[in-house]
């Protein structure tokens, strides 16, 4: 689209992206109080950014934080500007990047993986096929009767897209992903 | 009333409240969802309620307060309509750093979410536009809400917030907590302190330079008085030359001797030029908004640049920077100050020669010149006049948007931070009249004056009912063309001259306006009567409309056209018809 590049006549000067565009996670720990979600959402699409994935709940509940893990997409420029913009929500404690302290570490991502339930209906012979290769993706069946199985599946997200192409011509019905969970490796916390 | 701890109905929380964060005046307008409110200020005196016409107007009345004085500027209004009309001007503080706490009514928390009369998502529609907001459910949550509200407005980067109280809570009973004693959420603690390390950094380079200036801005005015004091030792010590963003003037004095005049879009041309030109820039409070930058790769090609900022967010935003300095501009100029003295004994003192050589090269351009009338009132000759006849006294200026609000910049000289109220990042017209009785409120014995475009005042033009109820004898001072200029100026840049929609047809009678609502209104349109009638203004004990009339035509220069460089501005001398028309070529035209 370069539709964005060419507007009216204004008073604005747009320049042209140079740098190139990577994807990053972002970990932010937040208050868990009304509307945060909407803060964070309201900034990205407020601001132009991209959101990939988005993961959101509490993990300690007595201190009342949740975490939000989003997967997002800009230049170098424009990641940096998301983090400075996140931590100046009210309720967001932390924001780290991620991918930028797992290349610190010398790593190339931080550990990120996704759930997944994949509904698949058929009779027949393709059953055994189907099941032949979800035990191949490690995925577990949590539901089935003569007509369907309903898998659950865990990795990276794109072991979870070559699952669901697998599928689809073996009956697939239904999809429902977590969105990214993400944690960089090492003793060290967040 | 004393104790730490007191039942009281949330109504009375409220008012308790205000009390206790230092709140003496309140802008608002009543309504159902506030009701139980305004019946407790009817029950009191310690806190003198403004009843406006309009709550934009509110707004911009707490925003010109908070400005001239440094403290939290306070609305109240109630749910639905009363809360949108607000959100201009919570926008428009969010952008400018004005510290607001606006207190909305909402319909009974068992009502939410059930399209109620006067209903809207308060909290939804001004999530954007505030730095924070809440929607009090439980009335013991209250009182630590609004304390929080007033510690949230005014520390770090200032700006609005919002507390969305239904009238539920507002009749309940529960307990009051002091500030003191009040819990804060931990997530929000802004830096101040900066760090030493990059200060160091930063005076370092400021002594290898040789083509210095230093850009400040609102920032500087925000951090309150001493930051103002520092700034001006800093620009004594090391005899840089200094500009200023539109939201920074006063803060270095007009009158100072190393002042360039206000920068960027239609800033002077030895400030633009100081800009381009110079090897160290010293950006002080200012966010490189686009009307200061002009086109950003072409920006102080070949500058090193400080940037000291109290939003992390501001820096490397817009333009990247060599030494980023987070923290209080105050707190951060102090240790420069102090750092410099030291640091600068061994520099030569003429090292700077050929810089000023090049400054009063640029001075000499008068880029701010215009062609003087007998016949007309010119509107710089207007502001220039006004400000010889305005500036022995004890004045406030506040400015309306547009061509008014840029010959305003330029030609009155502000010697003094909190004397001028404008709206720079929002540009929202109507802004000026409504801050400056907020400005009058707060300084009942000032001159304060409204500079006015004849589009711009007609926004907010029924505050006149509200200045006349208080007595509050502001002066609106309406620089009459009959356009809206600013508009005009860009269709005969950008739009081969058709002027759509900026001629004002139907101009009302601003004198007998006045007069309808019960002020005085003057009249002037020769040159040799201005000063007489300017003099009947400043002594006039009542709000007063002065209906300036103007040249027509005239246009704000010097200007940097779209998709150009600070070193390619558009000089009034220069600013032929033809060269307007020209101005931005058939590739700047594409791409701006």
Known sequence: MNAQLQPTGSAYFIAKETQSVESHTLSVL????????????????????????????????EAHLSRITIVTRGTPGVLEQIKAQLERIVPVHRVVDLTVRARMLGQERPIEREVALVKVVGSGETRAETLRLADAFH??????TVDHFIFE???????????VSVMKPLGLNEICRTGIAAMNRGPQGM | MSGTEMQMTGAEIVLQALKDNGVTDIFGYPGGAVLPIYDEIFQQDDIQHILVRHEQGAGHMAEGYARSTGKVGVVLVTSGPGATNVVTALQDALMDSIPLVCLSGQVP??????????????????RPCTKHNWLVKDVNELARTIHEAFRIAQSGRPGPVVVDIPKDVQFATGTYTPPS?????????????????????????MRTARRPVIYSGGGVVNSGPEASRLLRDLVEITDFPITSTLMGLGAYPASGKNWLGMLGMHGTYEANMAMHDCDVMVCIGARFDDRITGRLNAFAPNSKKIHIDIDPSSINKNVRVDIPVVGDVGLALEEMVMLWRSAAKDLAKNRLDDWWTSVERWRARKSLSYTPS??????????????????????????????????AAQFYGFEQPNRWMTSGGLGTMGYGFPAAIGVQVAHPESLVIDIAGDASIQMCIQEMSCAVQYNLPVKIFILNNQYMGMVRQWQQLLHGNRLS????????????????????????????DLDAAITQMIDTKAPVIFDCRVANLANCFPMIPSGKAHNEMLLPDEATDEAVANAIDAKGRQLV
């Open chain 1, 30 to 61: 937040v208050d868990n109080e009304p509307g945060v979600l909407a803060r964070v959402i309201g900034l990205f699409s407020g601001r132009g950014y991209n959101i990939e994935s988005l993961t959101v709940s509490e993990t300690e509940h």
């Open chain 2, 501 to 528: 929609n900026s001629y004002t047809e139907a101009m009302p009678d601003f004198v007998k306006l006045a007069e309808a609502y019960g002020g005085v209104g003057i009249r002037c349109d020769k040159p040799q």
């Open chain 2, 374 to 407: 007998n016949d007309v009132i010119m509107p710089q000759y207007a502001i220039q006049r006004l400000y010889e006849l305005t500036k022995d006294r004890d004045t406030y200026i506040t400015t309306e948007v547009g061509q008014h609000q840029m010959w």
């Open chain 1, 139 to 144: 995925a577990k069946v949590v539901d089935a």
């Open chain 2, 181 to 205: 004693v009040s819990p804060i959420q931990s997530s929000y603690q802004p830096k101040k302190q900066p760090d030493h390390r990059r200060i160091q950094e930063a005076v370092e380079l």
């Open chain 1, 153 to 163: 599946i865990t990795g990276k997200s794109s072991k979870i897209d070559q699952f």
């Open chain 2, 109 to 126: 928390t068992t009502l939410i979410g059930s399209d109620a009369f006067q209903e809207c998502d308060t909290v939804g529609i001004t």
